[in-house]
């Protein structure tokens, strides 16, 4: 490989300071020439294993479309294949396959003592025990067995940096087990091993003290003969020798290990002292300069393969800042849009009410009410105070009839003998199944904190939230604990806990400004959810459930919809007529005429192998006698990106270094990072770091104004109406994920129809 045509000047090593800058956990790589040469060959089938095979040691060989790609790192030039001319800034792909093998490469060429996890992601565990948290608190003989060490991971990337695509590595640490005892050494130090489950290691073929071994959890210890052990798979029971089995590094294996080792005391003084150190991990001033360390020690290595290609790594994270002006909302509580509040969604709804109190159908609910004999008294206070309000309050003093603009409840309250499942269904059945007058609008349920320790199938507040759902009504649980709190307790309860309860009947509480230029604008969120028997290796996905969400433009809340529960391969055809029906249904509601501009943007939190992108596409084209344009973005935390300010203080100790709520960086014209909680937001020291979402643009929309539609997502993050409080995903991605958890769970209860939820009960928020 040489280097070809005019030499440029590193594009990274000076940034002018005086501009404002972003700071990141990217380090841009310099790459100072134009064009390269490379030797490829054309791919065929088992050709690239066998280079590895025979020349792995000396070369480096990559597949990109239909050739494979050969990198000389020691030794004598192969003489296979062809050498080409490839130009800098057209051999995206190229040239991170390259980056990737040579820094591998010349990595362990000037760490020979480090031993990395993986090639890709590369990561590689510290071997300083001042960055393992339990070294200190272990007994000399188990120390080096156990640790709970920093864990260093590199990824590439490629970013615009200067209106120029670039190269960087991104760079993340954090704390992860380690666990060094086979399940032969735990049998002879008679450890009880069943059930527990397990990690086949495997050394990878010629990379013995190169790379770690790869490691699969296969399944769960059943039994072992001293030598070989049967363990529960999904292919089956296998047997595998017990010297290459390890148990999963989870804290709970962990933990049962050293309680075993230790006993209850000191396993409990490890975890309470590990738990004191936190504070210290979640430090994000902390976690930046410690990655910041690392970007300088890589920085300082020049990387190169023998046939020229190289490149260096900046030794500074500092980006020139390129971002959006993102404007906090404005809060509407009328159709006309007069009354409005700035940046207060809680005194805008206290001083006007609902945006929809006019048309609101639910003007004088009727409600039923469950709670345990023994608490009638408490209960009937506290639902007084929900009516009438807390007088003197801080935000609770108006109650639910006055705030909402509501006329009067009508509450039809019983009791239960106890907290049975039985004796909850007996009662609501007594009053739903025998007509008594109206229906009822809502069912607010006192349960106990008990319960979340129950199983679904056992949990009455799962069973008692079916049965209602069934019978067409939304349901508000409320615990026995908090019924009887104090006044100061309850008034933000009730406040958060009304706001609730009128979104579940159907209300409105507020909605945003929008963009009146085009005809109409309808937001979709997709959702999904994997149905797998287990976590295990070979565990199938059996069934897949789509979720989509609606919403105008305003962040109305339009319907929501359950698709089939479909076979994987099946899931493009049932999401696209859950799409289809969807957009018939709204352009005969909406009056949409032939000709009439339509913007559909759809949010999606988990892409599926893009099949929801293909999906869009080929709806759009159904639907051509409206003029269409749409833009698919995916929204996601899943992503290696964290942003920092230097300049932040912290909030009484908490959230240094963290940028504000609605800090944005421009990555590209497709991706954006959108900070979601800034300093305010952190609650406690131990979420002292806060990851950006990253906001993609679908390369196949035919809108692509990435700066509104991250204007339009940072919005929709106001409207949760699950609390007056700001949330990290926007309200399309949040709605779709909470209903997907809930079905989920709702799906183990006997019975359980998830088609209810597409009768009325898809017009109102009875997920919240």
Known sequence: ??????????????????????????????????SFQISRIPYEDGLLQKLRKDYNQTHSFFKNQNYIYISRNEGDDLNIGNVVTLKVDESEEIISSLIKHIFFRSFKANFPEIIPLEFYPFSFMSRQSKHDFVHDLLPENLRGVIGYKKQTEIQTRVITINDKRSHAFVINSFYKWSFTRSCLDLYKEKFNLSDLSIIHSIPIDGLKNIIAPDESLIGTFKSTDGKNAIIDTNRGDISLPLEELFINKSKYNIENY????????????IFEEISSKNIERF????????????GKLISKIDFQNQDGFTFKVSNTSILPDNHYKLNNPTYIFDPSSIKTSKNSDFKGLNEYGPYDSQFFSAKEPKILVICHKNNR??????????????????????GFLTKYHIHKTEFIID????????????????????????????????????FKTLSIESNPYYQIKAHLLSLNIPVQFITNQNVRKSDNYLDSVLNAMTLQIYAKMGG?????PSNQNIDREIIVGIGSSMIRKNRYVGATQTKIVGITTFF??????????????????????????????SIHYLSSKDGWNPGDTVRIIFHIFKPIKDIEATVVDKLIKEFSQYHIVYAFLTISEAHPYILFDSLQTGINTKGQYIPERGTNLILDNFNCLLQMKGPKDIKTVKQGLSKPILIKLNEKSTFQDLNYLTQQIYSFTNLSWRSFLSIQMPVTIYYSDIIAKLLSRLRKINGWQPEVINTDLKYKKWFL
């Open 508 to 512: 409105t509480p507020w909605i945003l």
């Open 1 to 34: 490989m040489r280097l070809v045509g005019g030499h440029n000047p590193p594009i990274f090593l000076k940034i002018d300071l005086n501009f404002s800058t972003m700071i990141t956990n990217i380090f841009p790589i310099e790459i100072d020439f134009d």
């Open 377 to 398: 008294g408490g209960f009937a206070s506290f639902l007084a105070k929900l009516k009438d309000g807390i007088p003197n309050s801080t935000y609770f003093s108006k």
């Open 552 to 581: 105008n433009a305003d962040g109305r809340y339009l319907f929501g919809n359950k698709c089939r529960d479909v076979n994987y391969d099946e899931y493009f055809e049932e999401m696209l007529q859950n799409l289809r029906t």
């Open 283 to 294: 430090n994000a001033k902390k976690y930046y300069d410690d990655i910041s360390s690392t």
């Open 415 to 450: 009791e239960v003998e106890n907290y049975s499942i039985s004796s909850y269904l007996s009662t609501i059945n007594k009053y739903v199944k025998n007509n008594l007058g109206r229906p009822f609008d809502l069912a607010i349920v006192e349960t106990k904190n008990e």
């Open 258 to 269: 050293l309680r075993f080792k230790l006993g209850e005391e000191k396993t409990n003084k």
